[in-house]
């Protein structure tokens, strides 16, 4: 094999190598990860279980000779609020752990509240909202309407007003019932 081959790809092969070692670095660092956080969710599982069982002992003192166990007499069953309080704080381990979370059980009052609207930040709504109208009603969306709408969003820096309006673009793009601009420089 002549030099300049060899080192021609040489420095492919290292970089290749690297590569590949850098791959399975981060993929192992992962799964232990998930081990880690796997465990943590069993122990708590495995607290609760005994909390579930000790109040079913204490219960079953007071049972009737031919009662099979406490949850089967309605005795030891946990309360709606204690069930809630679990699931919320699975679900909360799940979402910290990166797993799938359907739903988290929270009240909606319990969510942030939101500032109101400045006279600015309405009429900035309103503009946009009639714009995103409009170009979503037409089916086409120019680099200059991009520029216009970002200005305006820009007032409504986030703002869950903002991110409606930007799924309702992004939605009907999807549905092919508006097409951007192939020359805009993303979208708003």
Same mark, same amino acid.
């Given at each position: 094999?002549?030099?300049?081959?060899?080192?021609?790809?040489?420095?492919?092969?290292?970089?290749?190598?690297?590569?590949?070692?850098?791959?399975?670095?981060?993929?192992?660092?992962? +799964?232990?990860?998930?081990?880690? $956080?796997?465990? +943590?969710?069993?122990?708590?599982?495995?607290? @609760?279980?005994? /909390?579930?069982?000790?109040?079913?002992?204490? %219960?079953?003192?007071? #049972?009737?000779?031919? /009662?099979?166990?406490?949850?089967?007499?309605?005795?030891?069953?946990?309360?709606?609020? =204690? @069930?809630? !309080?679990?699931?919320?704080?699975?679900?909360?381990? #799940?979402? /910290?752990?990166?797993?799938?979370?359907?739903?988290?059980?929270?009240?909606? !009052?319990?969510?942030?509240?939101?500032?109101?609207?400045?006279?600015?930040?309405?009429?900035?709504?309103? $503009?946009?909202?009639?714009?995103?109208?409009?170009?979503?009603?037409?089916?086409?969306?120019? %680099?200059?309407?991009?520029?216009?709408?970002?200005?305006? @969003?820009?007032?409504?820096?986030? $703002?869950?007003? !903002?991110? =409606?309006?930007?799924?309702?673009?992004?939605?009907?793009?999807? +549905?092919?019932?508006?097409?951007?601009?192939?020359?805009?420089?993303? #979208?708003?």
């Amino acid at each position: 094999m002549n030099t300049q081959v060899f080192q021609g790809w040489l420095p492919s092969l290292t970089t290749a190598v690297g590569c590949a070692w850098g791959c399975w670095l981060a993929v192992s660092q992962a +799964q232990q990860f998930q081990e880690q $956080r796997v465990e +943590q969710l069993t122990d708590e599982v495995g607290a @609760l279980r005994r /909390a579930l069982e000790s109040r079913a002992h204490a %219960a079953g003192a007071g #049972l009737m000779v031919g /009662a099979s166990s406490p949850v089967a007499s309605g005795q030891g069953r946990l309360s709606g609020e =204690e @069930l809630e !309080a679990m699931a919320l704080r699975v679900a909360t381990l #799940l979402k /910290a752990s990166g797993g799938p979370v359907v739903g988290t059980g929270e009240p909606e !009052a319990s969510a942030p509240s939101v500032p109101e609207l400045s006279s600015e930040q309405r009429e900035s709504a309103t $503009r946009v909202g009639t714009m995103v109208d409009r170009v979503v009603s037409s089916g086409r969306m120019t %680099a200059e309407d991009v520029l216009e709408i970002r200005r305006e @969003l820009a007032h409504l820096r986030g $703002r869950p007003e !903002a991110d =409606e309006l930007r799924k309702k673009l992004i939605v009907a793009i999807n +549905q092919d019932r508006l097409i951007p601009a192939p020359d805009a420089d993303g #979208l708003p």
